[in-house]
């Protein structure tokens, strides 16, 4: 399994982005799928996740009503639209896949990360 995300780039607060990550090799829909991200001289924090089969999604309090999580399974993609951004959302965002449809919060639960993608939001 790989994963390759991208959209990252330099906003300014208030504005919007959105990430992708497509999913090669992926031999079942019994898995999920995470966003997270590290900000520097942080630890790795869970950002959302969705079901792949289903699509059952969930937030982390710090983005709910700004981010949505989303998949698009004939292109094997899923996405992070991020709204409303603000300084503090600045980070590496990675994308994560795990056997088994139940989203956890826990990174070491995750089996395959994508390389990250950089997310800068000015003030």
């Known amino acids: 399994v790989q994963l390759q995300a991208s959209g990252g780039g330099l906003v300014q607060a208030g504005g919007s982005l959105r990430l992708s990550c497509v999913v090669s090799g992926r031999t079942s829909n019994d898995v999920s799928m995470g966003w997270f991200r590290q900000a520097p001289g942080k630890e790795r924090e869970f950002v959302a996740g969705i079901r792949w089969s289903g699509g059952n999604t969930g937030y982390a309090d710090s983005v709910k009503g700004r981010f949505i999580i989303s998949k698009d399974s004939a292109k094997n993609t899923v996405y992070l639209q991020m709204n409303s951004l603000k300084p503090e959302d600045t980070a590496v965002y990675y994308c994560?896949?795990?056997?088994?449809?139940?989203?956890?919060?826990?990174?070491?639960?995750?089996?395959?990360w994508g390389q990250g993608t950089e997310v800068t939001v000015s003030s």
């Open positions: 994560a896949l795990k056997w088994g449809s139940t989203v956890y919060m826990s990174a070491q639960r995750y089996n395959y």
